[in-house]
Every structure is written in C-alpha cells, then in structure tokens.
C-alpha cells in the first residue's frame, strides 16, 4: 500500500464491477477516499464498499444515482462532496455496450448509449469543474475504449460514443490547459468483465457451444484480431493506467489517449 493519494478524494461512476471497481481498489490502495457509484444487487454492493473501506484503511462511500438523469449525477457529485469534503478525482467509467448492424440498431439502444458514455460524464464534469478550479487541482478521467479509434461491424452506437468522449476529453483538457487539473482518457482494449462476458455467452448461444467452448474460440477467433497479445487485459492492468494519471508525475498528460489494449490499435 502507498499514500500517494492520501487526503484526495475519488468519484467512480459505474464501480461497482469491472474496471470501476478495480479503479476504486488501486485509489484506496494509494490512500485515497472513495464514492463508488453503479447499478447491483445491494448485498453484494455493501460487500465490496466495506472490504474496500477494510483493506485499505479508507473511507468509502456509495452513491447509486443512475447516469441516464443528469439530476441524479449532480446530486451524486454534491453528496460526495458533501460527504468526502471535496472531490478531486473523477472517473467516468460507467458504460453501456449494444450490438446491433445499422440497419437494425434501436434508437432507443442508441439514445441509452450516448446517455451514459457521453451525456452523463459532460454533466459530472460540469458539476466538479468549479471545485477543481478553486483548488486548482484536479483529476477527470475518461474510460473510453480502442473503439475510440477504430470499430468493428455491430458497434456503430459504441464506437461513436467512444469516439464522441475522446473529443470531449481533448476539450476539457485544453479548457482547463492553464489550471492544476489534467482530463484525459484510457482507452483499453478487450478486458474480461460483465461486459466481455455477455458477449462470450452470445457467442456460445449462437454456436450451440459450451462457454468453455467459446471462450476459447472467442479468444482464438477474436483476440488475435483485437488484441495481438492472445489473452484478455486484466482490470488491474487498467486501474495502473489510471494511479499514473493521478500522480503529480501525470500531469502534464493532457487530453491524451491513454492506451492499454494489447496492441489492438497498433496492428
Ligand atoms: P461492467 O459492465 O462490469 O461495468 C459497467 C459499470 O457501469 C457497472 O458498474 C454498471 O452498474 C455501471 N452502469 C451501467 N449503466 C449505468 C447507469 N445508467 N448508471 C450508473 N451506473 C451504470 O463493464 P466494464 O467492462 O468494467 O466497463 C467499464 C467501462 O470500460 C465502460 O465505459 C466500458 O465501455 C469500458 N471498456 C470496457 C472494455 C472491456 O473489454 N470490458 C473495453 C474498453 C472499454
């Protein structure tokens, strides 16, 4: 354990699995205070809110607003700041998937997406923002995605989310350019969380094979493709990405994509 981040304050939205919560493990490993935020079955929620809080030492806190209602995010942003003090850090990580070809694609799919990967971090950004500048410090870090570069057929929605948060995270970074806080994105490339693993279950489903069986060919067939390092990129090795960006070393990243994705996007 450091204490790198002791006295900073950390809001993760969509932390309640996957990278989120590995974001809110690596921070309080650091010393940071935490509000996790994200949807869950409750017991399970308070379980990991209090293991965190007792590995690290730390204070850690849960806010379930839902990113789709701009009101809830501000209240989530005030009652962290209410409750932690102040927030210093904020990751948006929250994010939907939805595959579907164009032709097919929901609108309602489509609206949901932009919801949450791109409308939810610009109100929590807008909500911090006057605080960071006060104390002239600050952290705002996006998880966008490979996908923020290139794109694969059935990703339309996501792929233009990802696309859309990298230009905003280059925005903030040159409107905040002569301040102490820094935006910037990571941009992973395939992870094994709910979100790969939906997938994986599709996948067995529609080849009538045992999700051992699709793993397997998920990696064979895919991986290669995405992620020339054959094996899925762990949430620790994502978290690591977001401890630098926090460190007073990180700053001067700004409105920078940092990716750890396997060399999908150096293929
Ligand atoms: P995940 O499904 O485990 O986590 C998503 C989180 O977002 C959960 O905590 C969920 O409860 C929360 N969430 C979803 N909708 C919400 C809403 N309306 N309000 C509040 N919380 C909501 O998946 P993950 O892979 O950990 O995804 C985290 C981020 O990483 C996403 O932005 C995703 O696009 C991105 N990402 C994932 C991968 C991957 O391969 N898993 C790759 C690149 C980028």
Redesign the pocket.
Known sequence: MGDMLTGRTALI????????AAYARALANEGAAIML????DSGEIETLRAGIADEYGVTVLYNG????KPNEIRGMVKDATDRLGKVDILIN?????HRDMVDDFPVEKWDALFD??VK?PFIATQAVLPQMRERDWGRIIN?????AFITSPGTSA?TAT?HAIMGFTKSVALETIETGITCNAI??????????EHRIEAFAAEKGVSKEEALDAYIDRKLPYHQPMRRFIT?EEIAAGAVYLCSDAGAAMRGAAFTIDGGWTAR
């Not at 939205?13 to 989120?20: A, H, K």
């Open positions: 939205t969509g932390s309640t699995s996957g990278i989120g935020n994200g949807f869950g607003a839902d990113m789709t990580n929250a994010g939907l998937q949450v990967n939810a998880t966008a995605s490979a996908n996501y990802k941009c992973p490339g395939t992870v094994r969380t709910n979100m790969s949430v």
